[in-house]
């Protein structure tokens, strides 16, 4: 794959994955759909999606595969907590938790399994985290606890879920029996049934755009790319997710796009660019 390709859908990828918050968001500040709910329908779409793809490629499923057992716990955690988390949090600062504690994970992932990081790279991440330490200075909005833990929790299955996807010769048919089964955990842990909150057809619409196209097509995109990438390189990159929310929350959601935000955005995005930029 040519560096240009590379760049250009490592970039969808990203817009794609911004998107998700902002639809979430959009849908559960509304009042239109339950967190619980939401993530159900997005589950199912995803899993219907994925499963089209990977059939009109050829591939097989493999629904029964043993290693699709913790990826799909780490995929329903992601979900639960992403889910669960927009209740409280906007969409450009649930992003920016969310994609802090994914890099924390995939550095993590990639020391404990001997990868070598080169120097640039460390500093290219130090320089997106101090972006994302910005918007906690004193004087900025604090978010709520509740949101926060959640989004932790949807960082560490989504982190999980990324190392473990670089690993997968055939993604699509991978990702479409980890939604399957991810899906199946919604029943066995039915925590979205219980949910009060009405279903209107708009919140149902916004969960499906979710899971069908900014979580199939999405994470579909983002799977062909990430054998070709290391896993730090990985997690920068994923940093430039949160800075489109946050823009995205201010053009679409009317969410305040603060002097910080704006500071923060600079920096990670600087962060992103250097880290590319080392071999």
């Known amino acids: 794959m ?56 050829g591939a097989a499923l493999g629904v029964f595969h043993k290693r699709h057992f913790v990826t799909s716990v780490a995929l329903f955690s992601y979900i639960l907590g992403f889910s669960m988390a927009y209740q409280w949090l906007d969409a450009g600062v649930g992003a920016l938790i969310l994609f802090a504690g994914v890099q924390a994970t995939m550095f993590a992932g990639a020391v404990r399994g001997g990868e070598a990081v080169p120097p640039l790279r460390w500093i290219g991440m130090g320089v997106a985290l101090s972006g994302l330490a910005v918007l906690y200075l004193p004087g900025a909005e604090q978010p709520a606890i509740a949101g926060v833990g959640f989004m932790l929790l949807a960082a560490i299955g989504w982190g999980v879920f990324s190392l473990l996807g670089r690993s ?69 990159i994923q940093l430039s997710a949160p800075i489109l929310a946050l823009v995205g929350g201010a053009v679409f959601l009317a969410e305040p796009l603060s002097a910080m935000a704006i500071v923060a955005a600079v920096l990670v995005v600087g962060g992103v660019l250097v880290s590319l930029r080392a071999t």
Do not use: H, K
């Not at 639809?23 to 967190?35: D, K, P, V």
């Not at 709910?37 to 009109?56: E, P």
């Open 168 to 236: 997968s010769t055939t993604p699509l048919a991978t990702m479409a029996a980890n939604f399957i089964w991810a899906s199946v955990l919604m029943v066995v842990i039915p925590w979205g049934w219980f949910d009060p909150t009405p279903s209107s057809l708009y919140g149902i619409v916004l969960a499906c755009l979710s899971g069908a196209v900014t979580s199939g097509v999405g994470y579909a995109i983002w799977y062909a790319v990430l054998p070709q990438l290391r896993a730090t390189r990985a997690s920068v």
């Open 2 to 57: 040519t560096s240009t390709r590379l760049i250009t859908l490592c970039s969808l990828a990203m817009i794609f994955f911004a998107a998700n918050s902002l639809l979430t968001r959009a849908a559960l500040a509304e009042g239109t759909i339950g967190a619980g709910m939401f993530g159900v329908y997005r589950l199912i779409a995803g899993a219907v999606t994925l499963a089209i793809l990977a059939r009109a490629t």
